[in-house]
C-alpha cells in the first residue's frame, strides 16, 4: 500500500480530527454501495480504510512514522529485503482483502468487526462483504467535567434593555454575561466550558436569570405598564408631564379633557425581543385629587356635573 498520509491526503502533522475528517470524506465519496459500477473505487476504499486503520492507532502510527513498520503493519524488511523488501501482503501482494486471508493461525478466524459503525447509521456496508461482520467495541468517549449551576438576579430595567452583567464564577473570575433578546424570569444560559475540569474537558456552566420585580413597573409580554398619577389640573387643562421609563424619564403630552384611566403609549419602551425590537410602554393615567380639598370645593360651589358617567354600564 502507498504512504497512508498520501492515501488520505493529509500531511505527516496531522492531528488525529484532520485524520478523521478526511476518512470520512474519502470513505463516503468511495463507498461500494455508492460506486458499483466502478471497480476502482472499491480498490481505492480498500486502500483508504487500512490508511485510515493505521493512522488512527496512536501506537501503530508512531511505530510507522519511526520506520519499525510498513504502510500494511508488517514490520519493515522483516526477511531482509526478500520480496522486493516489503512485509508480508495478503493476497500475495495484491490490493484489497479476503477472507483466507485472515485464516491458517491456529485454524481460527479473525473478527474484524465492523469499523464502519456510526459512520453509515450504525451498520457497516450491506451484503456481508469483506468489512462485515460484528460490530467492532469501541471505549466510552472520556467524560467531560460536571456542569457548574449559577443563579443570577437582574434587575427589571436591566433585563429589559438587555445591559450587560457581571458574573463571578466558581474559580473566582468574573465575565460580563450578555443578556440574550427575550429574556425572561427562568430563562437559562449555557457558558461554554465554565464548568467543572474532567477527563474529556470541561463542563458548562448553566445560569439561571431571575428577574427582580419592580416597585412600579409590571411586565405584560414584551410591554412595560405604567399607572401614572396625574393631577386634576393636567386632566383638565392638558400639558407636559414627566415619565419615568426603563430607559430614564421622558416628556409625554397629555391632552386637555383626559379621562382617568385613559392608556398612552411610549413606543420602544419595553423589553427587548429575539429579533432586536422592542415592545412599547402602556401608560395609564390616574386622576389624583389633592390631599386637602376644601379649596377645591370652595371654587367648585355652586357648580354641578351634569354628565352621567356610568350609562355606559345600563344603571
Given at each position: 500500500m502507498a504512504d497512508p498520509y498520501s492515501t488520505l491526503g493529509v500531511?505527516?502533522?496531522?492531528?488525529?480530527?484532520?485524520?478523521?475528517s478526511a476518512y470520512r470524506k474519502l470513505a463516503k465519496?468511495?463507498?461500494p454501495d455508492r460506486n458499483k459500477d466502478n471497480p476502482n473505487a472499491a480498490e481505492r476504499f480498500s486502500d483508504v480504510t487500512k490508511a485510515y486503520d493505521l493512522l488512527s492507532d496512536k501506537d501503530k502510527r508512531?511505530?510507522?512514522?519511526?520506520?519499525?513498520i510498513d504502510a500494511d503493519g508488517n514490520p519493515a524488511s522483516p526477511f531482509g529485503g526478500m520480496g522486493g523488501g516489503g512485509g508480508f501482503r495478503p493476497n500475495g501482494g495484491q490490493q484489497g482483502f479476503r477472507a483466507e486471508d485472515f485464516q491458517g493461525f491456529g485454524n481460527e478466524e479473525v473478527d474484524l468487526g465492523d469499523i464502519f459503525d456510526g459512520l453509515f447509521g450504525g451498520r457497516g456496508p450491506r451484503g456481508g462483504g469483506p468489512f462485515g461482520g460484528a460490530q467492532q467495541r469501541r471505549r466510552p468517549p472520556p467524560q467531560k467535567g460536571a456542569d457548574i449551576a449559577y443563579k443570577l438576579r437582574v434587575t427589571f430595567t436591566d433585563a429589559a434593555t438587555l445591559k450587560d452583567q457581571r458574573i463571578t464564577l466558581a474559580d473566582g473570575k468574573t465575565i460580563d454575561l450578555k443578556l440574550p433578546g427575550g429574556v425572561e424570569d427562568?430563562?437559562?444560559?449555557?457558558?461554554?466550558?465554565?464548568?467543572?475540569?474532567?477527563?474529556?474537558?470541561?463542563?458548562d456552566g448553566l445560569v439561571t436569570i431571575a428577574i427582580d420585580r419592580h416597585k412600579v413597573y409590571r411586565r405584560e409580554g414584551d410591554d412595560v405598564r405604567l399607572d401614572l398619577p396625574i393631577t386634576l389640573d393636567e386632566a383638565v387643562n392638558g400639558g407636559k408631564v414627566r415619565v419615568p421609563t426603563v430607559?430614564?424619564?421622558?416628556?409625554?403630552?397629555?391632552?386637555?379633557g383626559t379621562n382617568g384611566g385613559t392608556v398612552l403609549r411610549l413606543k420602544g419602551k419595553g423589553f427587548t425581543r429575539k429579533g432586536g425590537s422592542r415592545g412599547d410602554q402602556l401608560v395609564t393615567l390616574e386622576i389624583q385629587l389633592p390631599e386637602d380639598v376644601e379649596d377645591l370645593a370652595k371654587r367648585l360651589e355652586g357648580w354641578k356635573d351634569n354628565g352621567d358617567p356610568r350609562s355606559k354600564l345600563g344603571i
Open positions: 500531511t505527516r502533522s496531522a492531528s488525529e480530527k484532520d485524520i478523521k465519496e468511495l463507498h508512531a511505530r510507522f512514522d519511526r520506520g519499525d427562568g430563562t437559562q444560559m449555557r457558558l461554554k466550558g465554565k464548568g467543572e475540569q474532567g477527563p474529556g474537558g470541561a463542563g430607559d430614564g424619564p421622558v416628556m409625554m403630552t397629555i391632552k386637555s
